[in-house]
């Protein structure tokens, strides 16, 4: 056999070989599988992280028809795997990925997000009105975090009580909130109490609280029905539950899968405004059928007990985000 062909032919065949080679490391970057640890502020079981554990599912899904075995989100738990007031920070030096939230439990990090709270958008209109865009950049700064969205929404909060009112005056009364409500608890004169939810149930069964603020369609999840007597019409704020991403981790992913994951977002947040819709109605008829009274203020005292909640937020945020709350105030109000 001539010399130079077998020299040909051998250098032939290596070069397939590195070329085969390199075809395959290359797929097996193509598809490198990345795993996101994810926890929520509330236990497994509780209505609000079910929207959580459907959006999971819908990424799940989406994953699988479009980028089979490159992304998996994997659920570690809630409050009983880092305290829920511990989470952000978590998130924010990398303990975990994905966190499943509500503005109330991380607003001494970014004061400005509890201005959601009066936002009377859908998740989607807040994310075409430049509302989305403007807390990613914030979340980054202060919090290493990827703003992925607002999750669940048409829970307004209400104020449950042990004992009747008959106007906005709660003068004496001690009520149960998150740190959202305490300046407008103050302006109607109550004391308010930031204890944990866990705890709330025995607080009221002990006349240690008077009554508590908390989403409309939402008490049963603690039993809260069984110990709570008025529910007072009308309703205010809207609770933020939202979904965050350490930067970091964001970042790592490719721009396919971010994608896939936004898009899940908006998939869920539909889903979730749907559910809480019919939750709501629900679960308010449960409740009158369980003996617990409407305390509907008259016009005048429910507008009293309205412009008090805004005014009240507004001015708390505002003042501890000077320059990115009368921002906020403005996107929201488009």
């Known amino acids: 056999m001539d010399s130079r062909y077998s020299v040909r032919a051998a250098l032939f065949i290596s070069l397939a070989i590195v070329f085969v080679l390199s075809a395959t490391f290359a797929g097996s970057a193509e598809k490198k599988e990345y795993e996101l640890k994810a926890i929520s502020a509330w236990p ?6 079910q929207n959580f554990m459907k959006f999971l599912d819908i990424v799940k899904e989406n994953v699988k028809k479009e980028y089979p075995g490159e992304l998996t989100i994997k659920y570690v738990g809630g409050p009983e795997v880092i305290p829920n007031r511990e989470q952000v920070e978590a998130l924010r030096n990398g303990l975990v990925d994905m966190v499943f939230t509500t503005s109330g439990y991380y607003v001494s ?7 959601l709270n009066l936002s009377h958008m859908k998740p989607w209109e807040e994310r075409a009105a430049g509302v989305n865009d403007f ?3 914030i979340h980054q700064e202060k919090a290493n975090a990827y703003y992925l969205g607002r999750l669940g929404l048409d829970l307004p909060f209400t104020l449950f009580l042990t004992k009747p009112i008959e106007s906005a005056n709660l ?23 930031v204890i944990p939810p866990p705890d709330v149930y025995t607080a009221l069964e002990r006349g240690l609280a008077d009554g508590y603020m908390w989403p409309a369609g939402l008490i049963r999840d603690w039993g809260w029905n069984e110990v709570t007597k008025y529910m007072v019409d009308p309703s205010v704020y809207n609770g933020v539950n939202v979904v965050l991403i350490n930067l970091h981790s964001w ?3 490719p721009e396919r899968l971010q994608k896939l994951l936004i898009k899940s977002e908006e998939e869920a947040e539909q889903y979730a405004v749907e559910r809480a819709q019919k939750h709501m109605a629900d679960e308010v008829a449960a409740y009158q059928k369980e003996g617990i009274k409407v305390i509907k203020l008259s016009p005048e005292e429910a507008e009293k007990f309205t412009k008090a909640a805004n005014d009240s937020l507004w001015a708390v945020v505002i003042e501890k985000a000077p320059e990115n709350g009368p921002k906020l105030k403005e996107l929201l109000s488009k």
């Open 251 to 253: 970042k790592k992913l």
């Open 109 to 115: 990090v970014l004061p400005v997000v509890d201005g």
């Open 135 to 137: 807390l990613n950049a």
């Open 171 to 193: 003068t004496g009364m001690k009520i149960r909130c998150s740190p959202t409500h305490i300046a407008f608890l103050k302006a109607l004169g109550a004391q308010p109490l």
């Open 44 to 49: 497994k079981t509780v209505f609000e992280v």
